[in-house]
């Protein structure tokens, strides 16, 4: 938006006929015909009418020919009263929005904010490494479908603090309902597959920001983002084995695409603790940046990103994701359906509780 202090030198040329600025026509095109001021000063038009490719000099043409016999005051008038509108909405749209029209509002275990073409969903448990509750999952698939459909042209991920996430919260595996456990597997599993679904079917570029080391759920879906910028003191790392599990997120088809089989085994496998160098060595992370520039370069390279034009983006991405999201949904319900057996096995009960133990032991 031009500032009225920079415009008025620009209307004023205008309307002593040096030029007709283009610029001025799209900013005031909504309250009135900038060619009032060729009416004001010159009268009704009698020039002929430019060439199809000279654009610019048709708009010209083609706007100030549709006022007819607008008489000269009338037009001259108009022209006032649209630098004088122009003036007191200067005023008032270059106020900045309070933090409170910015911030969504409603969120527990998140800090949800929508500014400059950006929709930032930060995970906000900082004390407990931003480890993921039942809860941090309900409302990230809340945030999610409501970014989807905000004005928002991306939309980025990030945690709070020291951690991007921790993995799943410990009370995830306690807190069994009166169901038992055979209840408590089926509900995971159906909040993990719808979960993973949201991020499969998100519209959007949707951008990971990992701030610091990064465990289990929180790495697995990486595979579904269209960029992960990570800090360099970023690690990455999947022990399903240790907790006789099974990979999630799409990873066990994501993963090996990305950086091959055997690199994917390493992580899925064996839960081989990646830096930020190597995930991004594998394709896992598109560009690392040192800890001290990490959020200043990130979010000034989105901030330029937000600008480009969003359904152009949106376009380009179903593009390369549609001919993948049946398989995507595909791999996610036989993982989730999978880890629900793995859930009521003994040996995975058993490396919980002894993970659980060894825990409390710290």
Known sequence: MLSISRLLPCLYRVYTGEFLDITLCSTVKAKSNPQDHARATEGPCNTPKPGVFDLINKAK????????????E???????????GLSSSSDSSSQVKPEADRKQSGYETLVVTSEDGITKIMMNRPAKKNAMTMRMYEEIMLALKAASKDDSAITVLT?????????????????????????????SAILLRDFVDCFIDFPKPLIAVV????????????????????????????????LGQSPEGCSSYTFPKIMGPAKAAEMLIFGKKLTAAEACAQGLVTEVFPDSTFQKEVWTRL?????????????SKQMIRNR??????????????TLQERWLSDECMNAIMNFLTRKAKL
Not at 303 to 315: E, F, V
């Open 61 to 72: 043409w083609d706007a100030w020919n549709a006022l007819g016999s607008l008489p000269k």
């Open 159 to 187: 945690g709070n603090g020291d951690y991007y996430s921790s993995g799943n919260d410990l009370t995830n595996f306690t807190d069994i309902p009166s169901g038992g456990v055979e209840e408590k597997a089926k509900n």
């Open 74 to 84: 009338t037009a001259r008038q108009n022209y006032v009263d649209l630098v004088s």
């Open 324 to 337: 993948e999201k049946e398989k995507l949904h595909a791999v996610n319900a036989e993982e989730s359906s």
């Open 211 to 242: 701030n610091g080391p990064a465990v289990g759920i929180s790495v697995t879906i990486l595979g579904l983002f269209e960029v992960v910028y990570a800090s360099d003191r970023a690690t990455f790392h999947t022990p399903f084995s240790h």
């Open 303 to 315: 901030k330029a990103y937000s600008k480009l034009p969003p359904n152009a983006m949106r376009i």
